[in-house]
């Protein structure tokens, strides 16, 4: 079975007003591809307990984000066409849209929930595999890109059984 594109985000925060700050994607050949992105100063909202989730800082994002238009358009130019899977599909997809809004331009690529690919036994068996791959990979989560490839990980275990 072909691996899914995996999408996952983070964000300044759980909630309105929130937006995201950093973006990840997993290829169908297991290519990583990760964004920081620098908030326009419209952006404010910012929550201290997520940052200690996901340790980005303002600075960081500052220092070394991209615009929201050349996030947006790096996506459409890597994703055109696909269909991508998140473990979090309500609030990822809340905040891609928030991005392309912001760069006012097309999203190019569609998003959907990871569950779609699973059985009710996969399903029930998520959690703790995730967990496994999380020990065996020993990578830090809640950046992007290390959740991406655990999602991914994640998704070729369960299916396998």
């Known amino acids: 079975m072909e691996l899914p594109a995996i999408i996952d985000l983070e964000a300044s925060g759980?909630?309105?007003?929130?937006?995201?700050i950093e973006v990840g994607?997993?290829?169908?050949?297991?290519?990583?591809?990760?964004?920081?992105?620098k908030p326009p100063a419209h952006w404010n909202h910012w929550d201290t307990?997520?940052?200690?989730?996901?340790?980005?800082?303002?600075?960081?994002?500052?220092?070394?984000?991209?615009?929201?238009?050349e996030v947006a358009i790096a996506l459409n130019e890597l994703l055109r066409g696909q269909t991508l899977?998140?473990?979090?599909?309500?609030?990822?997809?809340?905040?891609?849209?928030?991005?392309?809004?912001?760069?006012?331009?097309?999203?190019?690529?569609?998003?959907?929930?990871?569950n779609k690919l699973l059985n009710e036994p996969q399903m029930m068996g998520w959690d703790a595999m995730k967990k496994q791959v999380i020990a065996?990979?020993?990578m830090d989560m809640h950046r992007a890109a290390n959740d991406v490839t655990v999602l991914q990980e994640t998704f070729k275990r369960i299916t396998a059984k």
């Open 85 to 114: 899977y998140s473990d979090a599909w309500s609030f990822d997809s809340s905040w891609v849209g928030r991005l392309y809004d912001e760069a006012e331009i097309v999203q190019r690529f569609r998003m959907d929930t990871i």
């Open 14 to 20: 759980f909630g309105r007003g929130s937006y995201p």
């Open 49 to 69: 307990e997520a940052e200690k989730i996901h340790g980005i800082s303002r600075d960081l994002l500052q220092a070394e984000g991209h615009s929201p238009r």
């Open 136 to 138: 065996d990979l020993g």
């Open 25 to 37: 994607v997993a290829l169908v050949d297991g290519t990583v591809h990760s964004f920081l992105i």
